[in-house]
């Protein structure tokens, strides 16, 4: 056995270890164990043997989103086939049990030979996808050893990844696993081809720019934000973290009562950060609570959404769009959402791994800030300027819109090669 194998199921071994402790004192890591146990016993349970399946894989819920285009073009092209999801992550998983497009949503059995192997025995799968970023060693190999069609899709890659060092040997015998690699960008594709894997590589693009797209061609009115906006201007802040909420309520409070009103969609909402926000906006009513009350509709200026799901319908309200995580070291959250409106959209100074981000700032739909003070001359600019904010909404969506195309390509590729009869 290779040395990069072994090292592999050492850090198996390890990790298997570093959940079940890790289970003991955080809820997330508990759900991730919790979510696994007897896995093989509810897959045979619920699999049907005969049924004809394609499987697709996506960490979280941001592949989530780049994965859900190509299902639902998918059910439209092959109805009699049934899709199988899995998630790596709790917040993937519980973030889609109410989706339709998907038969069966299950999480993933953590990587390991004989895991992998009684896996697909169970599902045995026609075709699978994995999304952007996941790859698993025994599962590529068994599925590369069956024959099966093995489709990577929305991946991006950088030189920094270990694909590209002199120790990635593993993970690059991990990528000629797959019949066809669809990468996002150009770049990637160089990397690719770099190390001999231009024949199964493809420049298709970023499918969340169809899923975009489509919610926005979807958008229907929310009466209740309708009610609460009345004729002011507004700023709609998206998936805010502490750092980014402080920032908004300095700048709210700042201005005078109701010349602005503030919709904020916090991107953690459990009961502890929802009461932070209680007395960070003493004056903030929240949705679950807020009714057509003209009493309520001129004394409150911020809108606080404490649910899940409502954000990428919201941002069409926004005078200018806000999108948080650009505070903190993680980086910020999805753009194209926000920008598919047509609105200005500001975020924060930690963007620079994000393609889009880097272009709408340079095509004029985005701008960024570095500390609050530019945060406010930037939304003052904004908000008085109408002209200013509508050209730099329309270059949001011109760009946007330039970028589709991504699912129509990949599945073109799928019913070219008619990967379900091999």
Known sequence: MPLSVIIYN????????????????????KKWVVGRR???????????????????????????????????????LYPEYK?????????????????KGADWIFYMPLDGSIRSKRFLEIIQPRLVIFVKYEFWFYYLKKIKYRNIPLILVSAIFTDKMSFFKWYGQLQRKMLTRFDQVFVQNENSKKLLDAIGLSAITTVAGDTRFDRVLEIASKWEPLPKIDFFIGDCKTIVAGSTWPEDEELLCNYLSG?????????????????????????????????????EDPNVQSKA?????????????????????YVGG???????HNLLEAAVYGKPVLF?????????????????????????REFETLAN??????????????????????????????????????LFTN
């Open 38 to 76: 007897q896995i093989f016993d509810k897959l045979q349970a619920t699999i049907p043997s005969h049924a004809k399946i394609i499987w697709m894989h996506c960490a979280s819920v941001g592949e989530f989103e780049q994965g859900r285009p190509i299902i639902e073009r998918l059910k439209t």
């Open 255 to 291: 201005h005078k009562e109701n010349s602005i009103k503030l919709i904020l969609a916090p991107h953690e909402i459990d009961e502890k950060h929802l009461e932070g926000l209680r007395k960070l906006f003493p004056a903030a009513v929240f949705y679950s609570e807020f009714t």
């Open 381 to 418: 600019q904004l908000l008085e300027h109408e002209t200013i904010a509508f050209d730099m909404g329309k270059q949001a969506a011109q760009y946007v819109t330039a970028q589709a195309g991504a699912t129509k390509v990949i599945t073109g590729y799928i019913q070219e090669n008619l």
């Open 348 to 372: 924060g100074p930690v963007y620079k791994k994000y393609a889009e981000a880097i272009a709408l700032i340079e095509m004029n739909g985005s701008k960024s800030f570095a500390e609050a």
């Open 83 to 99: 899709i199988l999801l899995t998630f790596f992550s709790p917040s993937g998983y519980e973030a889609t049990q109410n989706y």
């Open 10 to 29: 050492i850090f198996l071994g390890l990790f298997r270890i570093g959940t079940a402790v890790g289970s003991l004192f955080n809820p997330k890591i």
């Open 301 to 321: 200026n911020c809108l606080i959404i404490d649910n899940i799901g409502m954000l990428s319908r919201l941002y069409k309200y926004g005078t200018i769009n």
């Open 326 to 332: 650009g505070l903190r070291q993680s980086g910020i």
